[in-house]
């Protein structure tokens, strides 16, 4: 895994991805207490920094092998992602999606032309139900992480942040990411150690799901407890990846942890003063950079917003709680 | 008023506003029956397309007269863009409201450093509060649209649509502009004039304030009758202005008239399908393109998303009503 894998996502990403802006308030600047500046991925195809992974993996893909199609599992942005990719393509693609998803997610995949293929996270094996349709139909896996091509894709969001932050004159800032699985992170790691070496990640993450910031301190891969039961339904995964732990190990600074209403305030705040729609597991990062700024050094602080695909009326309860 | 003014305010903008993107869903297209293009200017600082304008009109005063400062009456978005754009030039801004206007407007304008004068807009006269203001301490008062310098300001948008549209391959569209008094429509228009010919200006206004739709028909300047009472603050003007309505009268095709539903639907989707957050008087073009497409031509159409200053619980209505 390296820069030039990441070069070569970016230059097949070419004309099909969003580059995204990057975005800032005086009004977030104030109650963080030095500037935000955040690059907003809801505004990314499929509503999240997803189909960057997607389209770098199915584009990377010997054309006899992707006639066939992929396959994936995920809990909806991941699942969109690889749907519109394969569909662009031209290529059928299989989703094997938790039955709890949040239902814009499940209808928006099918919708982008995928089959879906619902599981119930409690009693069935979803390892099992995708081994045999795979088999079956001869299709590849594309995995939400843990996946060189899938990491580049995500990488690409890296050297837009790079650019976007020496043209704002941005030399040393960290870099708060919203984590799952580390895909996301590691690919922006990549990119800034080569493209802006003063940029660092800092991997945020929901309390009780906190396995990477937990993991960077021990030195060692450690578990979550728990796999559900949070808004930040996005980014819930049961640990960090095998390709993705060294990359952060060796490039990331300390984790970041919210807890729930703080993604939830930050969803509130990124409606008023950014005009933005974010999910609560893609405003981690903005939650941790607005109500952690002691954990957090320098003028500058740069933050993802990874995804907006959130149902309604967790958008509602978001604003009646904590909108202005 | 000409190009040339429009090309003069993009030199003096650069660097300080935003280059918005053109943004788009397959999930509206299938509304819209034809791509819908979105250019969403609730992304632009003080969120809305305003300060494109009030920049432009306060960097082209003279030192000398721009120090003693600058007044403006606004219900809102005017209001914050010249707010912004007097702080950052350092000079003094007062700007004249109805006690009626949504309260995040009125706090954003006082939070963007100006001081705000409340009036009741059934008893007091604006104008007669203004003209003791102006005089006393020498301000300049910069109009909300019938002004060269503000329209130029709001014609840059024109300048990045032009190019934006030409980078998509699109020839021919109608371009949907949401209007009130018609000062980003004009300008809009008279940059297309030169930069994209084959891309038409159509004013999209809510029914009850149609002014320039049928001031357009009728080939003279119409009145509304009513001047408040519609969701769509933002865009209410008592008549299309002495300036702007000979060139959009040389220039627009035929206005288009949205309901106050659709513009709220329109709100819904920009949430659920663009992950942005747009006033309803913003979402009026929008609305027309998803729900009057038989009074549309071609295969692509564009509009502007004009603002997103929209107190908290007027956008839960949205979503309660339509959304997803």
Redesign the interface.
């Given at each position: 895994m390296n820069i030039e894998m990441i070069r070569a996502a970016n230059d097949r990403l070419e004309g099909h991805v969003?580059?995204?802006?990057l975005?800032n308030s005086?009004?977030l600047d104030e109650i963080a207490g030095r500037r935000v500046w955040v690059k907003?991925e809801?505004?990314q195809h499929t509503?999240s920094f997803k189909f960057r992974g997607g389209w770098s993996a199915v584009s990377a893909m010997d054309a006899d092998v992707r006639k066939h199609g992929v396959l994936a599992f995920s809990s909806g942005n991941h699942a969109q992602g690889v749907a519109l990719a394969a569909s662009r393509h031209g290529v059928p693609a299989v989703i094997i999606m938790p039955s709890d998803a949040p239902q814009?997610k499940i209808?928006?995949t099918r919708?982008?032309g995928a089959e879906v293929v619902l599981y119930d996270r409690a009693t069935e094996d979803r390892d099992a139900i995708s081994a045999g349709i795979l088999a079956e139909r001869r299709l590849t896996l594309i995995k939400p992480f843990d996946d060189a091509m899938v990491i580049a894709g995500q990488g690409t969001c890296g050297l837009e942040i790079a650019e976007q932050a020496r043209e704002e004159g941005i030399g040393h800032a960290d870099v708060l990411v919203c984590c799952g699985g580390g895909g996301f992170a590691s690919g922006i790691a990549l990119a800034l150690e080569s493209d802006a070496p003063g940029l660092r990640v800092r991997p945020a993450e929901p309390e009780g799901f906190d396995d990477m910031a937990r993991s960077l301190a021990s030195g060692a891969i450690e578990r979550n407890d728990r796999q559900s039961g949070s808004l930040c339904d996005a980014i819930l995964t049961p640990q960090p990846g095998a390709m993705t732990f060294p990359i952060l190990s060796r490039l990331a600074g300390p984790g970041l942890v919210v807890t729930e209403d703080e993604a939830m305030h930050a969803v509130?705040l990124a409606?008023?003063r950014?005009?933005?729609?974010?999910e609560p597991g893609g405003a981690v990062a903005l939650a941790a950079a607005l109500f952690h700024s002691g954990e957090i050094e320098g003028e500058d602080v740069i933050v993802t917003i990874s995804g907006?695909n959130v149902d309604?009326?967790v958008?509602?309860q978001a604003?009646?709680r904590f909108?202005?």
């Amino acid at each position: 895994m390296n820069i030039e894998m990441i070069r070569a996502a970016n230059d097949r990403l070419e004309g099909h991805v969003r580059r995204t802006p990057l975005l800032n308030s005086p009004f977030l600047d104030e109650i963080a207490g030095r500037r935000v500046w955040v690059k907003p991925e809801c505004l990314q195809h499929t509503g999240s920094f997803k189909f960057r992974g997607g389209w770098s993996a199915v584009s990377a893909m010997d054309a006899d092998v992707r006639k066939h199609g992929v396959l994936a599992f995920s809990s909806g942005n991941h699942a969109q992602g690889v749907a519109l990719a394969a569909s662009r393509h031209g290529v059928p693609a299989v989703i094997i999606m938790p039955s709890d998803a949040p239902q814009m997610k499940i209808d928006n995949t099918r919708a982008l032309g995928a089959e879906v293929v619902l599981y119930d996270r409690a009693t069935e094996d979803r390892d099992a139900i995708s081994a045999g349709i795979l088999a079956e139909r001869r299709l590849t896996l594309i995995k939400p992480f843990d996946d060189a091509m899938v990491i580049a894709g995500q990488g690409t969001c890296g050297l837009e942040i790079a650019e976007q932050a020496r043209e704002e004159g941005i030399g040393h800032a960290d870099v708060l990411v919203c984590c799952g699985g580390g895909g996301f992170a590691s690919g922006i790691a990549l990119a800034l150690e080569s493209d802006a070496p003063g940029l660092r990640v800092r991997p945020a993450e929901p309390e009780g799901f906190d396995d990477m910031a937990r993991s960077l301190a021990s030195g060692a891969i450690e578990r979550n407890d728990r796999q559900s039961g949070s808004l930040c339904d996005a980014i819930l995964t049961p640990q960090p990846g095998a390709m993705t732990f060294p990359i952060l190990s060796r490039l990331a600074g300390p984790g970041l942890v919210v807890t729930e209403d703080e993604a939830m305030h930050a969803v509130a705040l990124a409606f008023s003063r950014l005009k933005l729609v974010a999910e609560p597991g893609g405003a981690v990062a903005l939650a941790a950079a607005l109500f952690h700024s002691g954990e957090i050094e320098g003028e500058d602080v740069i933050v993802t917003i990874s995804g907006g695909n959130v149902d309604a009326d967790v958008f509602r309860q978001a604003l009646e709680r904590f909108g202005g």
